[in-house]
């Protein structure tokens, strides 16, 4: 009893509010990553401010499935695959681990072609080489970089992000259009609208930001000598759990604002003078220039390029936890090089792989396509394994999931299911 009221009377005061910020807040950042940037500068670009809703429906979905995964990490000490692998038949867990290796890759293909023709509209040059640079310093910076630095590097790239803010600030708003567009909920039952629409909730909630938040929640208790696995350590349980919550609410949030300055920016300068045909987030930046002038240009480039050596390495990490979990290797990146080999290796053969595929002649937008296609078929089913596994005492001891944060849940994994039939209904719709 004199041990359990010391840690909770010690655990209020481990650092600052910003400092206990971590596996969240790079998590919900890394959720705009160059790709997502693209979606939600077409979905502003194509349909104007009446999609903005979405970004307020699917915050406390967000949340909810990112605070359960957080949890399974932090209170088990391994992450999902490492949990899935022990409780579920291999055949199943190899199959979904494979869609996610396969889906990554082509997401860091997608990045990094983005961070290259952002860098060349910023600089010039040439944009091959760009790539190669980019995928170098990810990859080294992972493998090489002290684990705390490394973290608190990519803590600080979340401050990148506020460039969409920028960007937002500098152009003429309809504040009128925008807030209704927020506030009031606008279906059509169109081929465009439900691409759309399915497009951004694939974005917003995706299966490596499920595998990457698990595995740092895992990977912070570990190299903490004073934490072991919540489930074990029942003096810690109320601050760990509250800070997993304020730290999942907050990364949501700024991924949802920024996702939301995007919209707005590029619904109020593209989308209302008629230019609606853009794929990429580069393209978005270099259709700004004559718009919104080149500042605006300027801001949204550089916050493509950030984002990009943000979100990276979450993608290759997570699909490297994931593989490393599965076949019970040493993982974590706050590990030596020589002590998880094979876990580095997929990482950086994750990254090698798509930066070949930027070299072939694969249509990017045609692979990028494809990669969301897979993830949201990829997604339900982890999603359901997330809320089964957080019922089982024997996974979570006295720390099952319940109550409203059971239900929204539920509710995510309900979203995502409409996002498959409704991804696949589109495809059957008659184009015009």
């Known amino acids: 009893m004199a ?3 010391k840690d909770e009377a010690q655990a209020p005061d481990e650092g600052s509010f910003l400092k206990r910020l971590g596996p969240g807040l790079i998590t919900g950042a890394s959720d705009d990553d160059p790709s997502g940037i693209g979606t939600y500068s077409q979905a502003g670009a194509q349909l104007g401010f009446i999609v903005g809703w979405t970004m307020l429906l699917t915050y406390p979905l967000m949340v909810a499935i990112q605070e359960i995964s957080g949890r399974i990490g932090r209170v088990t000490g391994k992450g999902i695959a490492g949990n899935v692998c022990r409780n579920y038949p291999a055949p199943v867990i190899w199959l979904l681990v494979i869609l996610l290796f396969v889906a990554n890759t082509i997401n860091i293909a997608a990045d990094l072609a983005a961070m290259g023709d952002a860098t060349k509209l910023l600089i010039g040059g040439w944009t091959p080489l760009y790539v190669v640079a980019f995928a170098v310093i990810s ?3 992972q493998i090489f970089l002290n684990y705390k630095r490394y973290v ?3 803590k600080w790239l979340t401050l990148v992000l506020f460039a969409y803010v920028i960007a937002l600030a500098v152009v003429k708003v309809p504040w009128g259009q925008a807030v209704r567009g927020l506030l009031i909920p606008r279906i059509e039952i169109k081929a465009e609208f439900l691409t759309t629409l399915i497009a951004i909730l694939g974005t917003t909630i995706s299966p490596y930001l499920f595998i990457w938040q698990s595995s740092q929640e895992a990977e912070e208790q570990r190299v903490d000598p004073k934490k072991k696995p919540l489930k074990k350590q029942v ?13 999942t609410m907050v990364g949501m949030a700024i991924s949802n604002l920024i996702a939301i300055a995007i919209l707005i920016t590029t619904a109020a300068t593209l989308h209302s003078r008629g230019i609606t045909d853009i794929q990429t987030s580069a393209q978005a930046a270099q259709a700004l220039k004559p718009v919104a002038g080149a500042f605006a240009e300027f801001v949204f480039a550089l916050g493509i390029v950030g984002t990009g050596l943000l979100a990276i390495p979450v993608l290759a990490g997570s699909s490297a936890y994931a593989i490393g979990e599965g076949r019970k290797w040493p993982v974590g990146l706050a590990r030596k090089p020589k002590e998880a080999v094979a876990f580095y290796t997929v990482l950086a053969l994750s990254v090698a792989i798509g ?5 072939t002649s694969i249509d990017p937008i045609k692979a990028l396509y494809w990669s969301a296609v897979i993830n949201g078929v990829l997604a339900a089913p982890i999603m359901v394994i997330l809320m089964l596994l957080v019922r089982k005492v024997e996974v979570m001891g006295g720390l099952t999931i319940k109550g409203w944060l059971y239900i929204l849940g539920w509710l995510s994994t309900g979203a995502m299911a409409f996002c498959i039939v409704g991804m696949f209904a589109t495809l059957l719709m008659p184009s015009k």
């Open 3 to 5: 041990r359990k009221q």
């Open 139 to 141: 990859v080294t910076a």
């Open 152 to 154: 608190a590097v990519l």
């Open 235 to 247: 003096g810690r349980r109320k601050f760990e759990l509250r800070r997993i919550r304020i730290d």
């Open 355 to 359: 930066v070949a595929l930027t070299f």
